[in-house]
Nanobody
Framework: QVQLVESGGGVVQAGGSLRLSCVASGSITSYNAMGWYRQAPGKQREWVTTITSGSSTRFTISRDNARTVILQMNSLKPEDTAVYYC?????????WGQGTQVTVSS
């Protein structure tokens, strides 16, 4: 079993930054893929990034250790408003965190 806990969400003005953290407990190693999805109101959950895919111009993903993944989000836009979910793939099972709310005001 793997448990994931996200933190770092909040309310920020457009152009601002937020740093999300995801801490895993249980049987996880640095070889297990971890990443982020998000879900905006009324929309389907969409992929943001994974530790193996690298970073975009605004979002940077990094791994502090086997259990902690960081999502640094810069130049945030109102359309980035969503619940952000961390995931981990362990032995063929995808585990999810409970999500953290990110709200970007214009």
């Amino acid at each position: 079993q793997v448990q994931l806990v996200e933190s770092g969400g909040g309310v920020v003005q457009a152009g601002g930054s937020l740093r999300l953290s995801c801490v895993a407990s249980g049987s996880i190693t640095s070889y297990n893929a971890m990443g982020w999805y998000r879900q905006a109101p009324g929309k389907q959950r969409e992929w943001v990034t994974t530790i193996t895919s690298g970073s975009s111009t605004r979002f940077t993903i990094s791994r502090d250790n086997a259990r902690t993944v960081i999502l640094q989000m810069n130049s945030l836009k109102p359309e980035d408003t969503a619940v952000y979910y961390c995931y981990a793939d362990v032995r063929g099972t995808r585990y999810w965190g409970q999500g953290t709310q990110v709200t970007v005001s214009s």
